[in-house]
């Protein structure tokens, strides 16, 4: 069946570093691809999307590449800021179901 | 701009014990979903409803219930609790016409014990 595997944490930067969160997907159809982010005590909001090949999904300075030949959508964002510390999820949609990935714990240190 | 609300936020139950977790959205979409989300895990779909009357299961429904009597509510019934039920619930909506973009709800954690 369909699966993601998302890069282990917890990862720590400090302020202004670049971050890179790796997310690899297996699916039977063709999925769009999302990533999601998680603030301390709250539920998860969609950061950005990307919904077929070669398509850039971007929001807050983050950005990820749909690139279908390495079924891979990492998450970068090249100046990270203390407000960017969260859980970040990988999730792979295909028809009404989505497969989440584990998580990544940023925590970015001034 | 409420979204989707969960209550309660946290809650111990005994091993055999049952309880309703409480989901309800007000911006009108037909999609709802229970996510459960177990540490170092990712969030396992429980069951999902397309519309007011209609459920489906998830990746994981045993030992779990829901119904959609209107299209606000979803709740989640667990009947008869158990340790392996602990675990932090997510409800989420999405709307029709964009049902890959979904809305959750803060969570509510729960401990069987």
């Known amino acids: 069946g369909d699966s993601v595997t998302q890069m282990e944490g917890p990862v720590t930067l400090s302020e202004e570093a670049f971050l890179t969160i790796n997310c690899t997907y297996t699916a039977t159809g063709y999925p769009s691809l999302f990533w999601y982010v998680q603030y301390p005590g709250e539920g998860l909001q969609l950061l950005l999307k990307?919904?077929?090949?070669?398509d850039k999904g971007s929001n807050k300075g983050f950005e990820a590449t749909y690139r279908k030949e390495t079924t891979s959508f990492h998450l970068e964002k090249g100046s990270v800021q203390v407000s960017d510390s969260a859980v970040y999820f990988c999730?792979?949609?295909?028809?009404?179901?989505?497969?989440f990935g584990t998580g990544t714990s940023l925590t970015v240190i001034p | 701009n409420a979204g989707v609300t969960q209550t309660p936020k946290f809650r111990i139950l005994k091993i055999g014990q049952s309880m309703t977790l409480q989901c309800t959205q007000d911006m009108n979409h037909n999609y709802m979903y229970w996510y459960r989300q177990d540490p170092g895990m990712g969030l396992k779909l429980i069951y999902y409803?397309?519309?007011?009357?209609?459920?489906d299961k998830g990746e994981v429904p045993n030992g779990y219930n829901v119904s959609r009597s209107t299209t606000e509510d979803f709740p989640l019934r667990l009947e008869l609790a158990a340790p392996s039920q602990t675990s932090v619930y997510f409800c989420a909506s999405s709307p029709r016409e964009a049902k890959n973009i979904q809305y959750f709800g803060a969570g509510t954690r729960l401990s069987v014990l």
């Open positions: 999730a792979p949609s295909t028809g009404n179901q989505f497969y």
């Open positions: 409803s397309v519309g007011a009357g209609i459920t």
């Open positions: 990307a919904t077929k090949a070669d």
